[in-house]
């Protein structure tokens, strides 16, 4: 079983930075692949990031590559999100997700979510 908790959102101006926190309950988080995503209102939830262990491969949707870095810190079962140069079409719920066996976009194949944390772009 494994609780995840996110902090870090808030409201920036497009161009900005904030970097997410994802705090996961447990002695067998570095186990767990884990993910980021997002929903923004009236659209479904969409894949942010994703990866495995920490020096392993990283996903990333293509709306936020170059701009948004998922790392991790097993010792402090913490995963973060950074995003850098943030567009108003960036505002969203994100949620963290972890799953013991899939790195992939399918929010249907996470075990575990997190409540989310709003993070809002003006333009």
């Known amino acids: 079983q494994v609780q995840l908790v996110e902090s870090g959102g808030g409201l920036v101006q497009a161009g900005g930075s904030l970097r997410l926190s994802c705090a996961a309950s447990?002695?067998?988080?570095?186990?767990?692949?884990m993910g980021w995503f997002r929903q923004a209102p009236g659209k479904e939830r969409e894949f942010v990031a994703a990866?495995?262990?920490?020096?392993?491969?990283?996903r990333y949707a293509d709306s936020v590559k170059g701009r948004f870095t998922i790392s991790r810190d097993n010792a402090k079962n913490t995963v973060y999100l950074q995003m850098n140069n943030l567009k108003p079409e960036d505002t969203a719920v994100y949620y963290c997700?972890?799953?013991?066996?899939?790195?992939?976009?399918?929010?249907?194949?996470?075990?575990?979510w997190g409540q989310g944390t709003q993070v809002t772009v003006s333009s």
């Open positions: 997700a972890a799953d013991l066996y899939y790195t992939g976009s399918n929010d249907y194949e996470y075990d575990y």
């Open positions: 447990g002695r067998t988080f570095s186990s767990y692949a």
């Open positions: 990866m495995r262990v920490s020096v392993g491969p990283t």
